[in-house]
Each structure stands twice: as C-alpha cells, then as structure tokens.
C-alpha cells in the first residue's frame, strides 16, 4: 500500500510546479485566476504577508507527518526532486548513502537569513529563499540581461547540488532548516523495524536525503526527511513504513544484530570534475547571457537613439505598494509582477540595495489606470491588492518637467504630454518667449508615466516621474 504514496505525491507535486511555471511565463494574465493561489501557499511569502493561515497550516502539517511542504509545495523542491531524477541516465551517478549532518552550516546559514531579512538586506537574503529562487531562474530564462544571468547561475548551481541529492535543500536552504527543527518532532513518520531488515542499505540507496542511517541502529533523521517516500518502496522485507515514533530510540523496534555480510557506509567523496563542471557552467552561463543589442535604423539610413531611462532619486514603486520600505521589505524578488505587467513597465533592479527587486520603467509603457494585475498576483502583500477605482486616487510619483529638452521650446508645436495624460495634470502654459511649455499639476499627477512614455524628446525626455517615498492619496 505504501508504495503508492510515493507516485500520488509525484502527480501532486508535478501539478504544483507545472501550474507555477505556467503562471510565470503566462504574459496574459489568465492563469491567475486558476493557479494565482499557488505563489500565497509558499512560506516565506506568507510570512512576509502575514497569511496566518497558511503558515499555521504548514507548520500543523510539518508537526504531524514532517516536511511534506518541502516535497509538495516548494518549487525549488520539486524541481530538485526532478534534476535527481534527471541524473538517473548520468554515467557517473552514485546511489545514495547515509550522510552525517551539518547542523552547525545549517543553523548557521538560517541566522544569517534571519538577521539579513530583519535588517532589511532583503536582496542578500532572498537569493536562498527557495520560492523566489525558482521563480527568478523561469522568468530569467525568457528575460535577457541581468536576470538571465542570475537565472543561468542558479540552474547550474542546482544542477550541481542534484548530484548529492537533497543536499541543498537540507544544508543551505532556510525554510527547509527551519521546518526541519519542527519536523524532528513530528508525531508520525518513516519507521524502521530493525528485527525485520536484514540490512540490505536499499533504502538508504533510494534516500535523496541522505537521512537514513541502517549501520547506525536503524534510524530516520526526522528533521532533514522531507516525506518523498522513495524508501517505502525500496524494502523487499516489509522493514520499513510509516507510524508513530518513539521519540528516545527514533524507531518503533528494539534493535537487533543487522547482516554484518553488507558493506559499511563509505564516506562520500567529492569529485573534483563535478565542481569543474558547475564552475565552468557558471562561466559559460553568465557569457551567453550578455547579448549586444542591436542598433535600431530609421528606414536603414539614420540611427535611431532610445529613450534613457532617468535617474531616479527615488525609484517608481507600483500602485498599492504604499511607500518604498514596505515595498523593499516584503519583495521576495519572485519576478512574478515582472512577468503580469502587460506593459512591460517593471523590470528586475540591478542595484545592490534592491537586487532583483522590482522598479517601474516607462521606456516602452505606462501603468494604465485600468491595469491592477500585479496588485492581484503579489503573494508577499509587497504590492496590496486594490481596485481600479482605488488607482486612479493614488499618487506613487510626480512628473518633473525639464524644458531645456522640450521640442515645444525649439518651434515644434508638440504639447503630447498634455494630450496623453489620463489624470489632465499637465498644461501648455505659454513661456517667456510665448512658446508653449509643459506645467504640471502636482495635485492631480498620478505618476503613471504616460507623459514620459509619449515624450518623443531624444534621448532623455523633457518630462519624467520622479518617484515617492510614501505613496499619497489625491
């Protein structure tokens, strides 16, 4: 019977991250009504949201049957779960063994992300979050630049890792540690019947883990077990299940002599090829990443120059996300606003305060007033969700004019900030030289960035939108 719990939890876990892939890459916004609750089952976004729910839910489940949520919900999880798998047809592809724990790295590297989240590094930080991390590497795969970069890094690292199992996930990864430290006490869990198993080591072999130790006395490290029941089916003997545990011995039967025939566990090595395989992976990765960017010809006989980007002393945040500190501090950069805006207004930050967060960008768009769907698909209530009648009375920048650049002051009669503006906050007021000029009503400006974006002013504009700290009501 065991044995089946093993394929029901592949088909659900397959479902999961099939259904988040998609509603990553879906760039029409209609997954998000069937899968959009996928991103708000993750941990650390719930946290972060401060979703009660489900984090009192994960942590039940983790206290009953042990870190399921690594093996069904994670992404990042299931998605090792599927490079391990991959490895199966690798040629040098050692079977599993036992492997002593780290306790001292592990406890180690959740301090470290603790403090980091606490102090607000949240750019450091999320970089071992497993939700942001799968999330960031599927949206860099069809995102050029920076994010491509990062993306390609974190597929070879992963890659690599794969080779040794759950290595990662039980050595570096923060929500995997701390749901292990609830987990060691979880009241049903993987049992060993040491009068039954002759000690064959055909569980520990089938252990991605690495958690289960025959030649030690039969035990299950319950708190780096992550429920993927390959051992159940492993068992030709009928040794192994699932029931309570005793929480002294860790198993449910006295020990008894285990077939001294069988080879001991032999220390893991480290292949040295291995590591010059995720080096030169990196190297290679972060190369084919960088595309020189084609130059744009005006009919094939002038060059045509884009549009800059200004800088910004304070950088454009989207509607609902309040101000710029509770934007900062509650981003997972999971990309997965960056992927809904139809507009392409928001692109992934490279600076390092805020790496890979999100910024608004009115380049190529602007945020149409009718456009909520970030608000929508925000599972760390970074952006809160609002309605569009709520949109229109918020301000997240105000429109700074620089009239040097402006064509109107060189004879052109343009005035296309002033016609496209939603919010009617721009006028043509005549200058000192009667040429028409662009004024802004600063208590109508939503900072959409319509009057930016239509600019046909080269290449920095005679009007941009200078961002707020905290996000007003007018």
């Not at 890094?153 to 929500?175: D, I, Y």
Request: hydrophobic share 40%; glycine share 8%; aromatic share 8%.
């Amino acid at each position: 019977m065991y044995k089946y719990f093993k394929y029901v939890r592949m088909t659900l876990a397959g479902l999961m991250l099939l259904g988040l892939t998609a509603l990553l890459l879906d760039c029409t916004g209609v997954l998000r009504h069937y899968v959009g609750w996928i991103p708000k089952m993750q941990l650390l976004p719930a946290v972060l949201a401060l979703n009660v729910a489900v984090v009192v839910v994960v942590l039940l489940v983790t206290a009953l049957i042990g870190r399921l949520y690594c093996s069904l919900v994670c992404p990042m999880g299931i998605f090792q779960d599927l490079l391990i798998w991959v490895h199966k047809i690798w040629p040098s592809r050692r079977r599993f063994r036992y492997r002593k724990p780290l306790p001292w790295l592990r406890y180690t590297v959740l301090a470290l992300f603790v403090i980091l989240m606490v102090a607000g590094v949240n750019s450091v930080a999320l970089f071992l979050a497993p939700y942001s991390s799968y999330a960031r590497m599927v949206q860099g795969f069809v995102t050029p630049g920076m994010l491509r970069v990062v993306a390609v890094g974190t597929f070879v690292l992963m890659f690599g890792f794969a080779f040794f199992g759950r290595l990662w996930c039980n050595t570096f990864c923060p929500v995997g540690t701390l749901l292990g430290l609830v987990g060691q006490y979880r009241l049903f869990g993987i049992r060993i019947d040491a009068s039954k198993c002759v000690g064959c080591h055909q569980c520990e072999k089938g252990c991605k883990c690495g958690c289960i130790d025959i030649d030690g006395g039969c035990k299950v490290d319950d708190s780096r077990c992550v429920d993927c029941w390959n051992c159940l089916s492993k068992c030709k003997f009928d040794a192994i299940g699932i029931g309570t545990r005793n929480p002294r011995t860790n198993q449910t039967a006295p020990n008894t002599p285990i077939n001294q025939n069988t080879p001991n566990n032999q220390k893991e090595q480290v292949d040295p090829s291995r590591r010059a395989f995720v080096a030169t992976g990196l190297a290679v990765g972060a190369a084919t990443a960088l595309h020189a960017q084609e130059q744009k010809m005006d009919g094939g006989l002038a060059a045509l120059l884009d549009k800059a980007v200004p800088k910004r002393q304070v950088p454009l945040k989207p509607f609902g996300a309040r101000s710029l500190k509770n934007f900062e501090t509650r981003c997972t950069a999971c990309q997965l606003c960056v992927s809904q805006c139809p507009e392409k207004v928001l692109r992934p930050s490279t600076e390092l305060s805020s790496f890979m967060q999100p910024y608004m960008a009115y380049d190529q768009g602007y945020c149409r007033m009718a456009c909520t769907r970030c608000s929508e698909v925000c599972p760390a209530g970074a952006i809160q969700p609002i309605a569009k009648e709520q949109k229109t009375a918020i301000s997240i920048g105000l429109a700074v004019t620089l009239h040097e650049n402006c064509i109107s002051a060189q004879g052109v009669n343009c005035g296309a900030c002033a016609r496209h503006c939603p919010a009617a906050a721009i006028s043509m007021v005549s200058g000192p030289d009667g040429r028409p000029l662009p004024v802004v009503n600063e208590s109508r400006c939503t900072g959409c960035g319509a009057c930016e974006y239509y600019c046909p002013a080269r290449p920095m504009t005679a009007i941009y939108v200078e961002g707020r700290l905290q996000h007003a009501e007018i």
